[in-house]
Protein backbone atom coordinates (compact mmCIF):
# COMPACT_ATOMS: atom_id res chain seq x y z
CA UNK A 1 0.00 0.00 0.00
CA UNK A 2 2.71 2.31 0.75
CA UNK A 3 3.68 2.50 -3.01
CA UNK A 4 0.31 3.25 -3.98
CA UNK A 5 0.81 6.28 -1.08
CA UNK A 6 3.97 7.87 -3.20
CA UNK A 7 2.00 7.75 -6.31
CA UNK A 8 1.14 11.65 -7.43
CA UNK A 9 -2.58 12.28 -7.21
CA UNK A 10 -3.07 11.68 -11.01
CA UNK A 11 -1.69 8.11 -10.82
CA UNK A 12 -3.87 7.95 -7.73
CA UNK A 13 -7.01 8.71 -9.41
CA UNK A 14 -6.30 6.57 -12.37
CA UNK A 15 -6.01 3.48 -9.84
CA UNK A 16 -9.24 4.33 -8.30
CA UNK A 17 -11.26 4.84 -11.68
CA UNK A 18 -9.50 1.56 -12.73
CA UNK A 19 -11.37 0.00 -9.73
CA UNK A 20 -7.39 -1.08 -9.02
CA UNK A 21 -8.22 0.36 -5.03
CA UNK A 22 -11.53 1.44 -3.23
CA UNK A 23 -11.31 5.75 -2.02
CA UNK A 24 -11.91 4.37 1.23
CA UNK A 25 -8.77 1.48 1.23
CA UNK A 26 -6.44 4.70 0.07
CA UNK A 27 -7.64 6.60 3.01
CA UNK A 28 -7.74 3.79 5.43
CA UNK A 29 -3.65 3.65 4.38
CA UNK A 30 -3.26 6.73 5.11
CA UNK A 31 -4.60 7.27 8.25
CA UNK A 32 -2.46 4.15 8.80
CA UNK A 33 0.75 5.69 7.45
CA UNK A 34 -0.41 8.87 9.87
CA UNK A 35 -0.79 6.63 12.92
CA UNK A 36 2.69 4.75 11.87
CA UNK A 37 4.96 8.01 11.49
CA UNK A 38 3.66 10.71 13.63
CA UNK A 39 4.73 10.13 17.01
CA UNK A 40 8.48 10.98 15.26
CA UNK A 41 6.97 13.37 12.80
CA UNK A 42 4.79 15.71 14.22
CA UNK A 43 2.98 16.75 11.48
CA UNK A 44 -0.38 16.64 12.44
CA UNK A 45 -2.32 18.13 15.23
CA UNK A 46 -5.37 16.02 14.88
CA UNK A 47 -6.71 13.58 12.85
CA UNK A 48 -10.31 13.71 10.90
CA UNK A 49 -11.02 10.12 10.37
CA UNK A 50 -14.65 9.76 10.46
CA UNK A 51 -15.20 12.95 7.74
CA UNK A 52 -12.62 11.16 5.68
CA UNK A 53 -14.12 7.89 5.59
CA UNK A 54 -17.51 9.27 4.77
CA UNK A 55 -16.11 11.45 2.26
CA UNK A 56 -14.17 8.55 0.41
CA UNK A 57 -17.57 6.17 0.74
CA UNK A 58 -19.43 8.88 -1.58
CA UNK A 59 -16.61 7.95 -3.66
CA UNK A 60 -16.67 4.52 -4.14
CA UNK A 61 -20.66 4.76 -4.57
CA UNK A 62 -20.20 7.62 -7.39
CA UNK A 63 -17.61 4.52 -8.80
CA UNK A 64 -20.03 2.40 -8.62
CA UNK A 65 -22.80 3.80 -9.77
CA UNK A 66 -20.47 4.73 -12.74
CA UNK A 67 -20.72 8.74 -12.18
CA UNK A 68 -18.53 11.00 -13.67
CA UNK A 69 -15.92 11.82 -10.63
CA UNK A 70 -14.95 15.54 -9.50
CA UNK A 71 -11.47 16.32 -9.57
CA UNK A 72 -9.41 14.93 -7.08
CA UNK A 73 -12.15 12.85 -5.66
CA UNK A 74 -10.98 10.61 -3.31
CA UNK A 75 -7.28 12.07 -2.79
CA UNK A 76 -6.58 11.89 0.92
CA UNK A 77 -5.32 15.92 1.62
CA UNK A 78 -3.93 17.35 5.20
CA UNK A 79 -5.54 20.63 6.11
CA UNK A 80 -3.56 23.45 8.09
CA UNK A 81 -4.70 23.84 11.09
CA UNK A 82 -5.46 27.61 10.62
CA UNK A 83 -8.42 26.32 8.14
CA UNK A 84 -11.95 25.68 9.43
CA UNK A 85 -13.65 22.18 9.39
CA UNK A 86 -17.13 21.75 11.32
CA UNK A 87 -16.54 19.86 14.25
CA UNK A 88 -13.28 19.45 14.13
CA UNK A 89 -10.32 21.57 16.15
CA UNK A 90 -8.79 24.42 14.77
CA UNK A 91 -5.97 25.61 17.08
CA UNK A 92 -3.85 27.68 14.68
CA UNK A 93 -1.15 25.74 17.05
CA UNK A 94 -1.76 28.00 19.78
CA UNK A 95 -3.23 27.34 23.66
CA UNK A 96 -5.38 29.99 23.03
CA UNK A 97 -7.32 27.62 20.76
CA UNK A 98 -6.35 24.62 22.14
CA UNK A 99 -9.77 23.01 22.53
CA UNK A 100 -12.03 25.53 19.87
CA UNK A 101 -13.79 23.21 17.37
CA UNK A 102 -14.79 25.31 14.25
CA UNK A 103 -18.84 26.03 13.99
CA UNK A 104 -18.40 26.22 10.15
CA UNK A 105 -16.66 25.45 7.18
CA UNK A 106 -13.79 27.69 5.28
CA UNK A 107 -14.65 28.29 1.88
CA UNK A 108 -11.88 26.37 0.84
CA UNK A 109 -12.94 23.01 2.87
CA UNK A 110 -16.55 23.77 1.90
CA UNK A 111 -14.78 23.25 -2.12
CA UNK A 112 -12.48 20.45 -1.25
CA UNK A 113 -15.95 18.12 0.87
CA UNK A 114 -18.25 19.46 -2.92
CA UNK A 115 -15.23 17.75 -4.47
CA UNK A 116 -15.26 14.45 -2.50
CA UNK A 117 -11.36 15.02 -0.96
CA UNK A 118 -10.79 13.31 1.82
CA UNK A 119 -9.42 15.49 4.44
CA UNK A 120 -7.64 13.34 6.79
CA UNK A 121 -6.34 15.64 9.47
CA UNK A 122 -5.50 19.35 10.94
CA UNK A 123 -1.61 19.81 9.85
CA UNK A 124 0.81 21.78 12.62
CA UNK A 125 2.16 24.73 12.06
CA UNK A 126 3.91 27.70 13.84
CA UNK A 127 1.39 29.61 16.13
CA UNK A 128 -0.73 31.72 14.22
CA UNK A 129 1.55 30.74 11.07
CA UNK A 130 3.95 32.92 12.35
CA UNK A 131 7.35 31.31 11.83
CA UNK A 132 10.02 29.87 9.09
CA UNK A 133 10.90 26.70 11.01
CA UNK A 134 7.61 25.25 12.87
CA UNK A 135 8.98 25.45 15.92
CA UNK A 136 6.67 27.62 17.23
CA UNK A 137 3.76 25.06 17.42
CA UNK A 138 2.45 24.89 21.17
CA UNK A 139 2.03 21.62 20.32
CA UNK A 140 4.82 20.11 19.55
CA UNK A 141 7.62 20.74 16.91
CA UNK A 142 7.04 18.88 13.15
CA UNK A 143 10.75 17.22 11.69
CA UNK A 144 11.62 17.05 8.51
CA UNK A 145 10.84 13.17 6.63
CA UNK A 146 14.64 14.04 5.20
CA UNK A 147 16.35 14.44 8.80
CA UNK A 148 14.46 14.31 11.28
CA UNK A 149 17.32 16.91 13.18
CA UNK A 150 16.03 19.67 10.72
CA UNK A 151 13.21 21.82 10.38
CA UNK A 152 10.42 21.61 7.58
CA UNK A 153 10.60 25.02 7.28
CA UNK A 154 7.29 27.37 8.40
CA UNK A 155 4.55 27.97 9.26
CA UNK A 156 2.79 25.23 6.63
CA UNK A 157 5.38 22.48 7.95
CA UNK A 158 3.30 20.02 9.06
CA UNK A 159 1.36 20.22 5.85
CA UNK A 160 4.46 20.26 3.66
CA UNK A 161 6.15 17.21 6.06
CA UNK A 162 2.88 15.62 5.41
CA UNK A 163 3.06 15.77 1.42
CA UNK A 164 6.72 15.12 1.79
CA UNK A 165 6.74 11.88 3.75
CA UNK A 166 3.68 10.25 2.13
CA UNK A 167 1.00 10.33 4.86
CA UNK A 168 -1.60 12.54 2.47
CA UNK A 169 -0.92 13.22 -1.39
CA UNK A 170 -2.11 16.89 -1.20
CA UNK A 171 -2.28 19.51 1.62
CA UNK A 172 -3.66 22.93 2.25
CA UNK A 173 -1.17 25.99 3.37
CA UNK A 174 -1.72 29.21 4.18
CA UNK A 175 1.24 31.91 2.44
CA UNK A 176 1.46 35.26 4.25
CA UNK A 177 5.65 35.52 3.61
CA UNK A 178 6.54 32.56 2.22
CA UNK A 179 4.99 29.87 4.42
CA UNK A 180 4.38 27.58 1.47
CA UNK A 181 7.44 28.19 -0.65
CA UNK A 182 9.92 27.91 1.90
CA UNK A 183 8.73 24.29 3.52
CA UNK A 184 8.13 22.71 0.15
CA UNK A 185 11.80 23.78 -0.40
CA UNK A 186 13.03 22.21 2.51
CA UNK A 187 10.56 19.26 2.43
CA UNK A 188 11.39 18.52 -1.39
CA UNK A 189 7.89 18.84 -2.88
CA UNK A 190 6.08 21.52 -4.66
CA UNK A 191 4.44 24.33 -2.90
CA UNK A 192 2.34 27.28 -4.47
CA UNK A 193 0.86 30.52 -3.77
CA UNK A 194 -1.84 31.69 -6.06
CA UNK A 195 -2.56 35.65 -6.81
CA UNK A 196 -4.10 37.47 -3.80
CA UNK A 197 -7.35 37.26 -4.05
CA UNK A 198 -7.64 33.99 -6.02
CA UNK A 199 -8.47 31.91 -3.67
CA UNK A 200 -11.32 32.87 -0.51
CA UNK A 201 -9.55 33.52 3.30
CA UNK A 202 -13.38 33.14 4.21
CA UNK A 203 -12.56 30.26 7.33
CA UNK A 204 -8.65 30.92 7.34
CA UNK A 205 -7.61 32.11 10.89
CA UNK A 206 -6.25 35.75 9.75
CA UNK A 207 -2.46 36.48 10.43
CA UNK A 208 -2.15 39.20 8.27
CA UNK A 209 -4.80 40.17 6.16
CA UNK A 210 -3.99 42.00 3.17
CA UNK A 211 -0.82 39.52 2.52
CA UNK A 212 -2.49 35.76 3.86
CA UNK A 213 -2.85 33.61 0.47
CA UNK A 214 -4.24 29.52 0.44
CA UNK A 215 -2.57 27.44 -1.74
CA UNK A 216 -1.58 23.96 -2.53
CA UNK A 217 1.07 21.13 -1.86
CA UNK A 218 1.63 18.49 -3.70
CA UNK A 219 4.53 16.11 -5.28
CA UNK A 220 3.96 17.00 -8.85
CA UNK A 221 2.94 20.25 -10.37
CA UNK A 222 0.33 18.82 -12.73
CA UNK A 223 -1.11 17.84 -8.66
CA UNK A 224 -0.66 21.20 -7.47
CA UNK A 225 -2.38 22.71 -10.84
CA UNK A 226 -5.62 20.26 -10.15
CA UNK A 227 -5.51 21.62 -6.22
CA UNK A 228 -6.14 25.08 -6.82
CA UNK A 229 -8.47 24.78 -9.49
CA UNK A 230 -10.67 22.84 -6.93
CA UNK A 231 -9.91 25.72 -4.57
CA UNK A 232 -10.05 28.61 -6.72
CA UNK A 233 -13.02 30.89 -7.28
CA UNK A 234 -14.79 33.81 -6.13
CA UNK A 235 -16.20 34.29 -2.82
CA UNK A 236 -19.27 36.85 -1.76
CA UNK A 237 -17.86 35.73 2.02
CA UNK A 238 -14.63 37.48 1.08
CA UNK A 239 -14.58 41.39 0.21
CA UNK A 240 -10.85 40.70 -1.38
CA UNK A 241 -12.23 37.84 -3.38
CA UNK A 242 -11.21 38.32 -7.12
CA UNK A 243 -14.24 37.86 -9.14
CA UNK A 244 -12.36 36.22 -12.55
CA UNK A 245 -13.26 32.51 -13.80
CA UNK A 246 -11.31 29.84 -13.04
CA UNK A 247 -9.49 28.11 -15.16
CA UNK A 248 -8.40 24.61 -15.99
CA UNK A 249 -4.89 25.27 -15.29
CA UNK A 250 -3.54 21.80 -16.21
CA UNK A 251 -4.11 22.85 -19.82
CA UNK A 252 -1.53 25.00 -19.53
CA UNK A 253 1.37 22.80 -18.70
CA UNK A 254 2.23 21.47 -22.02
CA UNK A 255 2.43 24.81 -23.72
CA UNK A 256 5.95 24.91 -25.56
CA UNK A 257 8.18 27.76 -23.74
CA UNK A 258 10.75 28.15 -26.36
CA UNK A 259 11.42 31.69 -27.29
CA UNK A 260 9.89 33.12 -23.46
CA UNK A 261 11.81 34.82 -21.39
CA UNK A 262 13.28 33.96 -17.60
CA UNK A 263 14.64 36.87 -15.60
CA UNK A 264 17.00 35.93 -12.64
CA UNK A 265 16.31 38.21 -10.07
CA UNK A 266 19.81 40.08 -9.66
CA UNK A 267 19.59 41.17 -5.89
CA UNK A 268 18.65 37.63 -4.81
CA UNK A 269 21.55 35.82 -6.50
CA UNK A 270 24.39 37.12 -4.05
CA UNK A 271 26.93 35.92 -1.69
CA UNK A 272 23.95 35.57 1.06
CA UNK A 273 23.18 31.86 -0.77
CA UNK A 274 24.86 28.98 0.39
CA UNK A 275 27.04 27.65 -2.66
CA UNK A 276 24.74 24.20 -2.87
CA UNK A 277 21.51 26.67 -3.20
CA UNK A 278 23.78 29.08 -6.10
CA UNK A 279 24.48 25.90 -8.07
CA UNK A 280 21.34 24.45 -8.30
CA UNK A 281 20.22 27.99 -9.85
CA UNK A 282 22.87 27.65 -12.04
CA UNK A 283 21.74 24.71 -13.20
CA UNK A 284 17.92 25.52 -13.33
CA UNK A 285 18.98 28.62 -15.74
CA UNK A 286 20.87 26.01 -17.82
CA UNK A 287 17.73 24.19 -17.78
CA UNK A 288 15.55 26.90 -18.85
CA UNK A 289 18.41 27.69 -21.71
CA UNK A 290 17.99 23.96 -23.22
CA UNK A 291 14.01 24.83 -22.97
CA UNK A 292 14.63 27.70 -25.97
CA UNK A 293 14.05 30.24 -23.35
CA UNK A 294 16.09 33.56 -23.34
CA UNK A 295 17.41 34.22 -19.56
CA UNK A 296 18.44 37.87 -18.70
CA UNK A 297 19.57 39.35 -15.24
CA UNK A 298 16.51 41.46 -13.66
CA UNK A 299 17.33 43.92 -11.04
CA UNK A 300 14.18 44.59 -8.48
CA UNK A 301 15.87 47.47 -6.20
CA UNK A 302 13.40 48.20 -3.60
CA UNK A 303 13.41 44.00 -3.30
CA UNK A 304 16.18 44.64 -0.47
CA UNK A 305 13.87 46.28 1.66
CA UNK A 306 11.40 43.78 1.47
CA UNK A 307 11.85 42.17 5.08
CA UNK A 308 11.67 45.30 7.08
CA UNK A 309 8.44 46.45 5.07
CA UNK A 310 6.62 42.93 5.54
CA UNK A 311 7.70 43.12 9.35
CA UNK A 312 5.94 45.87 9.84
CA UNK A 313 2.94 45.27 8.25
CA UNK A 314 2.21 41.82 8.87
CA UNK A 315 2.78 42.90 12.63
CA UNK A 316 0.60 45.85 12.37
CA UNK A 317 -1.99 43.95 11.18
CA UNK A 318 -1.45 40.89 13.03
CA UNK A 319 -1.20 43.11 16.44
CA UNK A 320 -5.15 44.38 15.24
CA UNK A 321 -6.09 40.87 13.73
CA UNK A 322 -5.54 38.74 17.05
CA UNK A 323 -7.19 41.90 19.59
CA UNK A 324 -9.94 39.36 19.56
CA UNK A 325 -8.44 36.88 21.32
CA UNK A 326 -9.59 38.31 24.49
CA UNK A 327 -11.01 35.30 26.67
CA UNK A 328 -14.24 36.73 26.31
CA UNK A 329 -15.91 35.23 23.27
CA UNK A 330 -14.14 32.43 22.37
CA UNK A 331 -10.77 30.21 23.32
CA UNK A 332 -8.74 29.85 26.42
CA UNK A 333 -9.39 32.26 29.21
CA UNK A 334 -7.22 32.10 32.40
CA UNK A 335 -9.15 30.85 35.42
CA UNK A 336 -7.93 32.99 37.81
CA UNK A 337 -8.08 36.65 37.05
CA UNK A 338 -9.75 38.84 39.83
CA UNK A 339 -11.65 41.73 37.47
CA UNK A 340 -12.10 42.26 33.64
CA UNK A 341 -8.61 43.73 32.43
CA UNK A 342 -6.63 40.89 35.12
CA UNK A 343 -8.73 38.77 32.75
CA UNK A 344 -7.60 40.06 29.64
CA UNK A 345 -3.62 40.48 30.32
CA UNK A 346 -3.41 36.95 31.57
CA UNK A 347 -5.48 34.89 28.86
CA UNK A 348 -3.33 36.57 26.44
CA UNK A 349 -0.21 36.02 28.53
CA UNK A 350 -0.94 32.29 29.58
CA UNK A 351 -2.35 31.67 25.91
CA UNK A 352 0.33 33.42 23.18
CA UNK A 353 3.88 32.10 22.27
CA UNK A 354 6.36 34.39 22.80
CA UNK A 355 7.00 34.64 18.75
CA UNK A 356 3.29 35.83 18.91
CA UNK A 357 3.70 38.26 21.34
CA UNK A 358 6.83 39.56 20.24
CA UNK A 359 4.94 39.86 16.73
CA UNK A 360 2.23 41.78 18.76
CA UNK A 361 4.06 44.37 20.31
CA UNK A 362 5.96 45.34 17.05
CA UNK A 363 2.83 45.93 15.84
CA UNK A 364 1.03 47.46 17.90
CA UNK A 365 4.21 49.78 18.50
CA UNK A 366 4.21 50.39 14.28
CA UNK A 367 0.39 51.66 15.06
CA UNK A 368 0.69 53.70 17.91
CA UNK A 369 0.14 57.40 17.93
CA UNK A 370 3.38 59.19 16.82
CA UNK A 371 4.89 56.07 15.25
CA UNK A 372 1.96 55.50 12.61
CA UNK A 373 3.89 57.86 9.31
CA UNK A 374 6.89 56.99 10.96
CA UNK A 375 6.61 53.15 9.98
CA UNK A 376 3.54 51.54 9.03
CA UNK A 377 2.74 54.64 6.10
CA UNK A 378 5.98 54.64 5.09
CA UNK A 379 5.90 50.62 5.17
CA UNK A 380 2.53 51.00 2.76
CA UNK A 381 4.41 53.62 0.59
CA UNK A 382 7.70 51.26 -0.09
CA UNK A 383 5.04 48.03 -0.70
CA UNK A 384 4.05 50.13 -3.56
CA UNK A 385 7.32 50.57 -4.77
CA UNK A 386 8.00 46.85 -5.01
CA UNK A 387 4.86 46.05 -6.87
CA UNK A 388 6.42 48.51 -9.25
CA UNK A 389 9.97 46.47 -9.71
CA UNK A 390 7.65 43.39 -10.12
CA UNK A 391 5.04 45.24 -13.15
CA UNK A 392 8.38 46.70 -14.46
CA UNK A 393 10.27 43.41 -14.69
CA UNK A 394 7.31 41.99 -15.97
CA UNK A 395 7.34 44.05 -18.83
CA UNK A 396 10.72 42.82 -19.83
CA UNK A 397 10.08 38.65 -18.85
CA UNK A 398 7.60 36.12 -18.60
CA UNK A 399 8.24 34.99 -15.33
CA UNK A 400 11.04 35.67 -12.55
CA UNK A 401 13.20 33.03 -11.11
CA UNK A 402 15.05 32.53 -7.68
CA UNK A 403 16.40 30.73 -4.97
CA UNK A 404 13.20 29.64 -2.94
CA UNK A 405 15.38 30.08 0.06
CA UNK A 406 19.14 31.03 0.38
CA UNK A 407 20.12 27.71 2.45
CA UNK A 408 18.58 24.29 2.86
CA UNK A 409 16.84 23.06 6.01
CA UNK A 410 18.19 23.48 9.03
CA UNK A 411 19.09 22.35 12.45
CA UNK A 412 16.18 22.09 15.05
CA UNK A 413 16.67 24.93 17.49
CA UNK A 414 19.70 26.28 15.31
CA UNK A 415 17.77 30.14 14.67
CA UNK A 416 15.51 29.56 17.79
CA UNK A 417 17.40 32.18 19.81
CA UNK A 418 18.15 34.77 17.15
CA UNK A 419 14.37 36.15 15.08
CA UNK A 420 16.51 38.40 13.21
CA UNK A 421 18.39 35.50 11.69
CA UNK A 422 15.11 33.42 11.43
CA UNK A 423 13.11 36.32 9.65
CA UNK A 424 16.37 36.73 7.29
CA UNK A 425 15.08 32.99 5.45
CA UNK A 426 12.23 34.54 3.84
CA UNK A 427 13.99 36.94 1.68
CA UNK A 428 13.35 35.91 -1.02
CA UNK A 429 9.94 34.92 -1.06
CA UNK A 430 8.12 37.90 1.00
CA UNK A 431 8.43 39.91 -2.32
CA UNK A 432 5.72 37.94 -3.81
CA UNK A 433 3.42 38.61 -0.81
CA UNK A 434 3.76 42.21 -0.79
CA UNK A 435 3.11 42.33 -4.82
CA UNK A 436 0.22 40.12 -4.40
CA UNK A 437 1.64 37.55 -7.39
CA UNK A 438 1.80 34.13 -7.47
CA UNK A 439 4.86 31.91 -6.98
CA UNK A 440 5.65 28.48 -6.44
CA UNK A 441 8.73 26.44 -5.35
CA UNK A 442 9.51 23.21 -7.11
CA UNK A 443 12.25 20.95 -6.18
CA UNK A 444 15.43 21.81 -7.88
CA UNK A 445 18.31 19.53 -6.70
CA UNK A 446 20.23 18.27 -3.30
CA UNK A 447 22.59 19.89 -0.95
CA UNK A 448 25.79 17.14 0.34
CA UNK A 449 24.09 15.71 2.45
CA UNK A 450 20.86 15.23 0.68
CA UNK A 451 18.62 17.57 1.54
CA UNK A 452 16.32 19.02 -0.86
CA UNK A 453 16.63 22.62 -2.86
CA UNK A 454 13.87 24.66 -4.05
CA UNK A 455 13.52 27.31 -7.10
CA UNK A 456 10.94 29.80 -7.05
CA UNK A 457 9.00 31.06 -9.87
CA UNK A 458 7.23 33.98 -10.24
CA UNK A 459 4.77 35.37 -12.69
CA UNK A 460 2.48 38.36 -12.91
CA UNK A 461 -0.79 38.74 -11.06
CA UNK A 462 -3.84 36.42 -12.53
CA UNK A 463 -1.28 34.31 -14.46
CA UNK A 464 -1.28 31.20 -13.06
CA UNK A 465 -1.30 29.00 -15.56
CA UNK A 466 1.94 30.35 -17.31
CA UNK A 467 3.19 29.91 -13.64
CA UNK A 468 2.49 26.36 -13.66
CA UNK A 469 3.67 25.90 -17.16
CA UNK A 470 7.41 27.44 -16.52
CA UNK A 471 6.77 25.15 -13.29
CA UNK A 472 5.98 21.89 -15.62
CA UNK A 473 8.72 21.93 -17.93
CA UNK A 474 11.32 22.29 -15.68
CA UNK A 475 9.88 19.75 -13.44
CA UNK A 476 9.93 17.37 -16.15
CA UNK A 477 13.46 18.66 -17.32
CA UNK A 478 14.70 17.30 -14.51
CA UNK A 479 14.29 14.29 -11.51
CA UNK A 480 14.37 15.59 -8.42
CA UNK A 481 10.44 15.54 -7.92
CA UNK A 482 10.43 12.09 -8.73
CA UNK A 483 12.51 11.58 -5.38
CA UNK A 484 10.56 10.59 -1.97
CA UNK A 485 11.81 11.13 1.66
CA UNK A 486 12.93 7.98 2.88
CA UNK A 487 11.24 7.44 6.36
Known sequence: MIELLKKTASEQSKALKNKEISAVELTKAALDRINDLDEKLG???????????????????????????????????????????????????????ENFVSPFNATVTEKLLNNLVPIVGKANLDEFAMGSSNENSAFKKVHNPWDLNKVPGGSSGGSAAS???????????????????????????????????????????????SLDQIGPFARSVEDAANLLEVIAGHDPKDSTSLNMPVEHYA???????????????????????????????ENAIETYKKLGCEVKEISLKHIKYSIGIYYILATAECSSNLARFDGVRYGYRTPDAKNLMEMYTKTRAEGFGPEVKRRIMLGTYALSAGYYDAYYKKAQQMRALVTQDFVNAFNEVDVLISPTCPNSAFELGAKASDPLAMYLTD????????????????????????????????????EEGRLFNFAYQFEQANDFWTKIANI
Not at 185 to 198: A, E, Q
Not at 256 to 267: A, H, L, R
Not at 436 to 447: K, L
Request: charged share 20%; with cysteine; aromatic share 4%.
Open 163 to 209: VSSCEATLALGSDTGGSIRLPASFCGIVGMKPTYGRVSRYGLIAFAS
Open 43 to 97: AFNSLTENTALETAKKVDDKIAKGEELPLLAGIPLALKDNMNLVGSKTTASSKIL
Open 251 to 281: DFLKNDIKGKKVGIIKELMGDGNSPEVAKAV
Open 427 to 462: IATIGCNLAGIPGISVPAGFDNSGMPIGLQILAPQF
